[in-house]
């Protein structure tokens, strides 16, 4: 399954795998907001960056873990940014928002 996410900013794709649709399927949505992690390449056939997701979160969850968690608060806020790719391509995002799915 391949997933668009965008933040406003900019879009990536998102491929995922059976195991990983099937285990985070209850929060692939439209409009869901969510933090999503996994591997990110650059893909020189398309000339666009691409993510291999291996977890997805729940976006507010995940806020509210790091603030109930003991120590800085900026720092917590600092692990919270959008995560951008490498300066090849720098509107690309690596979370944000699913506005649509395949």
């Not at 209850?26 to 291996?54: M, N, P, T, Y």
């Not at 509210?64 to 995560?83: F, I, K, T, W």
Request: aromatic share 4%; proline share 5%; with cysteine.
């Amino acid at each position: 399954m391949i997933l668009t996410l965008d933040d406003r900013t900019g879009r990536i794709e998102a491929m995922l795998f059976e195991e990983t649709y099937q285990k985070h399927r209850d929060l692939i949505a439209k409009d869901a907001l969510v933090l999503v992690e996994g591997l990110l390449r650059f893909d020189e056939f398309s000339d666009a960056w691409r993510l291999s997701a291996r977890r997805i979160s729940e976006l507010e969850e995940v806020l509210s873990r790091v603030r109930a968690a003991p120590g800085d608060p900026l720092h917590a806020r600092r692990r919270c940014r959008r995560v951008r790719a490498p300066r090849r391509d720098p509107d690309a995002v690596a979370s944000g928002s699913v506005p649509d799915h395949h």
